[in-house]
Nanobody, 115 residues
Framework: QVQLVESGGGLVQAGGSLRLSCAAS????????MGWYRQAPGKQRELVAS??????RNYADSVKGRFTISRDNVKTMFLQMNSLKPEDTAVYYC??????????WGQGTQVTVSS
């Protein structure tokens, strides 16, 4: 099992920044890729950014150049969000994928960007 706990969400004005954190515990040595997803009201959950065990990063087109995903060790992942826009408002979820086992999700953290 893997447990994920997000933190760092909040309310910010357009153009501002936030940094999200995801702390992982449990069977973390077998995690292959971690990522951030978001879900806005009335919309499907979408991938924001992901990072593999070897450091390969992937970003949604809508956040390229504004968001940066990183990991400082196996246990902690970050999402630095700059130049935030009202359309970035959503609940942000941390995800971890273990090969041959499946995905795990955090409880989510709310990000609200006011115009």
């Amino acid at each position: 099992q893997v447990q994920l706990v997000e933190s760092g969400g909040g309310l910010v004005q357009a153009g501002g920044s936030l940094r999200l954190s995801c702390a992982a515990s449990g069977s973390i040595s077998s995690i292959y890729v971690m990522g951030w997803y978001r879900q806005a009201p009335g919309k499907q959950r979408e991938l924001v950014a992901s990072i593999t065990r070897d450091g390969t990063r992937n970003y949604a087109d809508s956040v390229k150049g504004r968001f940066t995903i990183s990991r400082d060790n196996v246990k902690t992942m970050f999402l630095q969000m700059n130049s935030l826009k009202p359309e970035d408002t959503a609940v942000y979820y941390c995800n971890a994928y273990r090969q041959f086992v499946g995905s795990y999700w955090g409880q989510g953290t709310q990000v609200t960007v006011s115009s």
